[in-house]
């Protein structure tokens, strides 16, 4: 084995650490933000009936501090309402808005939705959610129309950490060092 010069041996630990951060920023991606929510009916032929779901949408669509009143925001949804199974293909945006902070402001999606506005009709299955300041869920079963209830939390992940790379790259340098420091 080759023995590098203690005072390169600083200069390869820190080409090394280098190497391992720009490893590690290469590695940073959008992150998808998932909310679970909860919808029950308050009045119309549904009235009583519950349900459950998962939204999401990429934070490089809607960075937070920012508003998007568009349709096909949402890169996650798994809800089903009155025995009908709904996903980013059946249902629609009509805006989502963000703090500064990343909390959501407020979110409006459904099966009838574009930019800025949602909404339901008598005649045909659908439903309307909304939750920030309004919390509130339309919906019909084909025959009438109905007022609700809606809820929405953000699901807590366990996200890797983008400078593990990093850290890892700088352990096994110190070690190195530190065993080059005892053979000598």
């Not at 939204?55 to 089903?80: C, Q, R």
């Amino acid at each position: 084995m080759t023995e590098i010069p203690k005072g390169k041996y600083m200069k390869h630990l820190t080409a090394i650490f280098a190497l391992a951060c720009c490893a590690s920023i290469s590695t940073v991606q959008a992150t998808p933000i998932i909310y679970d929510f909860s919808v029950t009916a308050t009045s119309g032929n549904l009235a009583g009936f519950s349900a459950t779901g998962s939204f999401g949408f990429d934070d490089t669509v809607i960075p937070a501090g920012t508003n998007n009143s568009a349709t096909s925001l949402l890169s996650f949804l798994d809800f089903t309402w009155n025995g009908i199974a709904y996903t980013p293909s059946t249902a629609n945006t009509g805006a989502i808005w963000r703090l500064a902070d990343g909390t959501l402001s407020f979110a409006m999606f459904g099966t009838n939705c574009f930019p800025s506005v949602c909404s339901v009709s008598a005649a045909s299955e659908g439903w309307n959610f909304r939750t920030g300041s309004l919390n509130d869920f339309s919906y019909s079963d084909g025959q009438a129309i109905g007022f609700g209830t809606a809820t929405a939390r953000l699901r807590t992940a366990q996200v890797p950490e983008p400078a593990s790379l990093a850290l890892l790259g700088l352990g096994l340098g110190l070690m190195g060092y530190a065993r080059q420091r005892r053979a000598s």
